[in-house]
Nanobody, 117 residues
Framework: QVQLVESGGGLVQAGGSLRLSCATS????????MGWHRQAPGQQRELVAT???????NYADSVKGRFTISRDNAKNAVYLQMTSLKPEDTAVYYC???????????WGQGTQVTVSS
């Protein structure tokens, strides 16, 4: 059974920091490309950051220089360090796994991030 479990969300003031974690099980993590997406109320889900199985990273323009994605293959986990948070970063953040070997992808249940002004 595949599980992606996010944690680390919460309420923070503008300018603050949070670190999101996504613990995975049931996937071949080291062969999966991982990502973080977010969805604000009334908005479509959008890509925040990705990290390939090889470690290449990509960021949405809106978070470049403020967010850092990383992965730990030994722990089957991916992280999103968020700094200089802005109210517009408020959203539910979702972990995503793209398991290249099976061509299947999976989503976590999401974790709420709220940034107050």
């Amino acid at each position: 059974q595949v599980q992606l479990v996010e944690s680390g969300g919460g309420l923070v003031q503008a300018g603050g920091s949070l670190r999101l974690s996504c613990a995975t099980s049931g996937i071949i993590f080291r062969l999966s490309d991982m990502g973080w997406h977010r969805q604000a109320p009334g908005q479509q889900r959008e890509l925040v950051a990705t990290i390939t199985r090889g470690g290449s990273v990509n960021y949405a323009d809106s978070v470049k220089g403020r967010f850092t994605i990383s992965r730990d293959n030994a722990k089957n986990a991916v992280y999103l360090q968020m700094t200089s948070l802005k109210p517009e970063d408020t959203a539910v953040y979702y972990c995503h796994a793209d398991q290249i070997l099976t061509r299947k992808d999976y989503w976590g249940q999401g974790t709420q991030v709220t940034v107050s002004s």
